[in-house]
């Protein structure tokens, strides 16, 4: 049930995006998102490694602590939570990890099918709205990441993807604009492609050169005339440095007190930015006004924060049987998509890890059959003694 719902419901959604060209999808897709991942959640057996369970113990640990902190300091409960979403996000994979919910053919449909749909909306978009940002979702800075883990889940099961498959998903990442999303597809395919030094390799190498300049012409593109000091996340970034100019090396690896504003000058430099300010005092900010995931974690739970967070992933990943290229290259597309927009913060992020993470691949199946007959045998030995 929660399998065939689960995908079925990414696809309506996609679908009624085609309602509209002057806004991505007539629905509350975040929300709904965020419904489908819990409502996804009730379904599951509780049965769990006991790492994982040491994950959920210390994320509920930290989150009791840092609530209980924020409190006491009259911190807004919808500011606290845009803060520390992402510990949420890794409780809630936890309890995906290990579990096979999807079969390679529904995982394939679910990728041709979403490819075919961004493809043409994109194509639409461009033609018909006056804002040149095409989205199916939401922004495309978050739904390119969510496509990109799909295709990774498609490649795990073959250790490849067909060549209308990569010529689709080049298509859709370049009409995004999608500074991040070119950046993180890059890392992907590098990732992907290059194993053995060989002439198939030098061949491979060309196909990333010729992508590459793609990426810097989508980079030089959206500078809009300007130069760097014109690019939004640039202005972020010196809205951190002014704010960690007075840090020790304590606030360095833990971050700053929970929930800690941003300096005056900060705020009002990014004033522009209004409805990320504070729900409490619109004259407050806090770090999620600095956009950036990367530099948000840091400010808030300092370097050791944002180490923990990629390292739980990629341990969820790997009890999960997913091949260590595609858990490389999620950890990767995360941390680039971090340096602009929202990462693992994102439930763009998040339903496509889901997808990764309980697919059921070629290796897995051999693991779980294997499995099954150990505890069918352990529970012939019990009934016997």
């Known amino acids: 049930m929660v399998k065939n719902n689960y995908l079925f419901f990414i696809i309506i959604m996609s679908l009624a995006s085609f309602i509209s060209y002057t806004y991505y999808n007539p629905l509350p897709t975040n929300a709904l998102f965020e419904l489908l991942v819990l409502t996804s959640l009730l379904f599951l057996a509780k049965k769990m490694e006991s790492g994982a369970w040491i994950i959920v113990c210390g994320c509920l640990f930290y989150i009791a602590y840092t609530f209980i902190i924020a409190h006491l300091n009259a911190t807004h409960p919808k500011d606290y939570f845009l803060a520390y979403k992402s510990y949420v996000y890794l409780v809630i994979l936890t309890f995906f990890s290990g579990k096979c919910l999807f079969s390679q053919r529904q995982v394939t449909l679910l990728f041709n099918m979403l490819l075919g749909i961004f493809l043409c909306k994109y194509i639409l978009w461009l033609i018909f709205a006056t804002f040149k940002r095409p989205g199916v979702f939401a922004e495309n800075?978050?739904?390119?990441?969510?496509?990109?883990?799909?295709?990774?889940?498609?490649?795990?099961?073959?250790?490849?993807?067909?060549?209308?498959?990569?010529?689709?998903?080049?298509?859709?990442?370049?009409?995004?604009?999608?500074?991040?999303?070119?950046?993180?597809?890059?890392?992907?395919?590098?990732?992907?492609?290059?194993?053995?030094?060989?002439?198939?390799?030098?061949?491979?190498?060309?196909?990333?050169?010729?992508?590459?300049?793609?990426?810097?012409?989508?980079?030089?593109?959206?500078?809009?005339?300007?130069?760097?000091?014109?690019?939004?996340?640039?202005?972020?970034?010196?809205?951190?440095?002014?704010?960690i100019k007075d840090w020790t090396w304590f606030n360095f690896l833990f971050g700053s007190t929970p929930l800690t504003s941003l300096p005056d000058a900060v705020c009002e430099r990014l004033v522009f930015y209004k409805t990320l300010f504070s729900a409490k005092d619109p004259n407050i900010c806090y770090s999620v006004i600095l956009h950036s995931y990367v530099i948000r974690q840091v400010f808030d739970h300092g370097i050791v924060g944002l180490a923990v967070v990629f390292t739980v992933i990629n341990y969820l990943l790997k009890i999960s049987l997913v091949p260590g290229r595609v858990r490389l290259s999620v950890v990767s597309i995360l941390f680039l998509n971090g340096l602009s927009v929202s990462s693992i913060n994102s439930v763009y992020a998040l339903v496509g890890i889901v997808?990764?993470?309980?697919?059921?691949?070629?290796?897995?199946?051999?693991?779980?059959?294997?499995r099954l007959q150990r505890e069918k045998s352990n529970n012939c030995s019990t009934n016997n003694a």
């Open 141 to 243: 800075n978050f739904e390119i990441m969510t496509i990109l883990f799909i295709a990774l889940a498609v490649w795990a099961i073959d250790k490849k993807l067909s060549v209308t498959q990569w010529l689709t998903l080049t298509l859709v990442v370049f009409m995004s604009g999608s500074r991040s999303g070119v950046v993180a597809y890059f890392a992907m395919l590098t990732f992907l492609l290059i194993r053995n030094f060989d002439f198939k390799t030098i061949l491979k190498l060309m196909v990333l050169g010729i992508i590459g300049v793609g990426v810097a012409g989508v980079l030089v593109s959206r500078l809009s005339g300007g130069d760097v000091s014109s690019i939004d996340r640039v202005v972020f970034a010196q809205g951190f440095l002014i704010a």
């Open 355 to 370: 997808v990764i993470m309980t697919t059921l691949y070629p290796h897995r199946y051999e693991f779980e059959k294997k």
